[in-house]
């Protein structure tokens, strides 16, 4: 058996998408893990939709002309320079999630 | 409308549509029946056969045609059971396997399989980090564990140890390591961090490498060698099993970091610099990995990752000329080259290795240093690489439409005079064929430099992928000519790089057949993967 004081076992990437999930939407959850990285601020997807849209489009979390078909249709396929998310990285219930999400009534 | 668990056609598979390949000397009918077998294993929601899925699977950096390495389904296991079960299935119908970690080897092929209408075990559902350990520093992962994973594991306990990240930190933890990835810390050659696998071999059996066959202890990953021949190496950059567990040393959080950049304003001095280089990093004065980029590669880097294209700066045809990257570095007074590096230590270490390294760059004729400092409690900057960004993949937009790039990266040893040799032959090639030689010199350990010519390439744009491919070509050529070899390559290119390995009648690959056959006599694991091509497919290699 190994030292079980020292060692963390376990430890799933679901699970700490739970405890994280608590506060937030799931759809939150799942673009802050898989689409933040590009997207935000400062990252490399927003600099490109920057200069292709302008800056009231660059954000995907400020924009207000997403459809549920464009994002699902971005996660599953990619779009531009993005690579398709695959079943084993985000669920079709996770990619609803951030659909419903980015398209949330404000 | 995706497809997926939920929603995939009624009642069964799709099958031979004219998009779906089969494996390579599999029947229609013997494929049907494995995937009811490997639907019976996994369930049907996880073989993925429709077009939608399958796509997902395909070189997203493709130079070309990324049909040409086509999955004809994906399998996607739990468990290291089903992993067993799932590969007694392709020995019966001898079907081919691809397994894939997380898909993120971009611009070596990502998730595709290097042979058309291999299966991808996809096993990036097994993403459990087993055990992270703080007495003795290690993880043991699971394939599909990637850096953003593992950063928020270590954050989340507050652990005493760091990771050693790759350049975009979406690819599995696991798969690095065992593509020969690099990081920037001293623990930065990631295979030589590797401490213990468990391994499916190809007819389904079970081992553990190292002290792992040991039952009961717990000294799997703490000491490599075991009894015996290590066999780890032999799971790395290979076709020989499934590595389904690995274990990972950990980097002790540093006290204290120094990045330290030198940028040189006359390119005649590129040679001086990896001279005063190899003394410092053979003695462990600069204990980390160091980068030196080329006059295009910190252009192309500035306007890239903030969404600017090549078009932007050079309409004309052909490659930007060279006096146009120096003007545009003249203009900001930044080096025409620079290499960068972090150093990392208590403080009062770090000065006395500020020194030696200052002293050793002072000989580098308009040479000009500067540091920053980062210390305990301080906030990450991203210079750390501490967490895991996927900026780096930035690059792709320097192509000006749907981008990709591909490498060629042989090892040199680090002397100005056989690097530069070697640069500048490649740099007369890129400019025969048109294209922007986007290169860096990436440190390898103590001893060795990776002389990373990268092509970024227009996906859309038949003309240019066409002329990275037969560049890419001719540069192994010549680099074999000239007593080169390629460090890893794209799935299109890996019997390339394996033919540059010619030393007596190319020995290594005769006896890496040797090994496959007698390992996988069905050959069903990764056929063509590092140009190791199974007996019953090795027509097929290129």
């Avoid at chain 1, 490399?44 to 939709?49: D, H, M, S, T």
């Avoid at chain 2, 396997?97 to 991808?120: C, E, H, M, Q, S």
């Avoid at chain 2, 000239?482 to 690959?509: C, K, Q, T, V």
Wanted: glycine share 10%.
């Amino acid at each position: 058996m190994r030292t079980t004081a020292t060692s963390i076992a376990l430890l799933l990437l679901g699970f700490t998408l739970q405890v994280q999930a608590e506060d937030l939407p799931r759809g939150k959850v799942v673009y802050d893990r898989y689409c933040s990285a590009c997207h935000n601020p400062g990252n490399w997807a927003a600099f490109k939709l920057t200069q292709r849209n302008g800056e009231k489009l660059a954000l995907l979390e400020q924009r207000t002309d997403l459809s549920s078909a464009l994002v699902i249709t971005a996660i599953r396929s990619g779009i531009g320079n993005m690579p398709p998310y695959r079943l084993t990285e985000v669920s079709n219930a996770d990619a609803q999630a951030v659909a419903d999400y980015l398209t949330r009534k404000r | 409308v995706p497809r997926g668990p939920n929603n995939s056609v009624e009642g069964g598979f799709q099958l031979a549509t004219v998009q779906s390949p089969l494996p390579p000397l599999v029947s229609n009918g013997d494929f049907a029946k494995a995937l009811k077998e490997f639907a019976a294993i996994v369930g049907q929601e996880w073989v993925l056969t429709s077009e939608l899925d399958r796509n997902a699977y395909l070189d997203p950096f493709a130079p070309g045609d990324a049909d040409k390495h086509a999955t004809s389904t994906a399998v996607c296991p739990a468990d290291v059971k089903q992993i067993q079960a799932i590969v007694k299935t392709a020995n019966r119908y001898k079907v081919a396997l691809a397994p894939i970690a997380t898909g993120k080897n971009l611009a070596y092929g990502g998730p595709a399989p290097v042979a058309y209408g291999a299966v991808v075990l996809d096993l990036k559902r097994m993403n459990k980090i087993l055990e992270l350990n703080e007495t003795m520093g290690y993880v043991l992962v699971e394939p599909g564990v990637n850096f953003f994973d593992l950063n928020e594991a270590l954050v989340s306990r507050g652990s005493k140890f760091w990771l050693s990240g790759p350049a975009p930190g979406w690819g599995s933890v696991m798969g690095n390591a065992l593509e020969h990835g690099l990081g920037y810390t001293p623990y930065g050659v990631h295979a030589d961090m590797i401490c213990g696998m468990e391994v499916v071999l190809p007819d389904g059996d079970i081992v553990r490498t190292g002290m792992g066959a040991v039952e009961g202890g717990e000294e799997w990953q703490i000491f490599k060698l075991g009894y015996g021949p290590v066999w780890d190496g032999m799971f790395t950059q290979s076709n020989f099993g499934i590595v389904s567990k690995m274990g990972l040393w950990l980097m002790p959080a540093p006290e204290a970091v120094v990045n330290v950049s030198v940028e040189i304003f006359d390119e005649q001095y590129v040679s001086n610099l990896i001279d005063a280089l190899r003394p410092l990093r053979m003695n462990d004065t600069i204990n980390a990995t160091y980068t030196i980029e080329n006059p295009q590669r910190q252009v192309i880097n500035g306007m890239s990752i903030t969404g600017h294209s090549r078009y932007e700066l050079y309409k004309g045809k052909g490659a930007v000329p060279h006096e146009m990257f120096v003007e545009a570095l003249k203009k900001k007074d930044m080096g025409l080259w620079k290499v960068s590096f972090n150093v990392f230590d208590r403080e009062a270490g770090l000065n006395i290795r500020l020194k030696a390294i200052e002293e050793g760059m002072s000989k580098v004729p308009t040479s000009k240093m500067t540091t920053i400092w980062w210390r305990s409690g301080d906030k990450r900057p991203s210079w750390l690489r501490q967490d895991p960004v996927l900026t780096p993949l930035g690059i792709i937009e320097w192509a000006g439409g749907r981008g990709g790039h591909m490498n060629f990266a042989p090892v040199s040893a680090p002397s100005g005079e056989r690097a530069m040799k070697l640069y500048n032959h490649i740099q007369k090639r890129y400019d025969e064929y048109g294209l922007d030689l986007y290169l860096g010199m990436l440190n390898c350990g103590l001893r060795s430099l990776i002389i990373n010519a990268v092509t970024i390439f227009d996906r859309d744009n038949k003309d240019e992928c066409e002329r990275g491919v037969k560049l890419y070509k001719q540069l192994a050529i010549d680099g074999a000519d000239m007593g080169f070899g390629d460090y890893r390559a794209h799935i299109s290119f890996m019997d390339d790089a394996a033919e540059m390995y010619r030393f007596n009648n190319h020995a290594l690959r005769r006896l890496n057949e040797r090994v496959k056959d007698a390992l996988d006599p069905n050959g069903i694991i990764a056929p063509g993967k590092q140009g190791i091509w199974p007996a019953r497919l090795r027509g097929k290699r290129s």
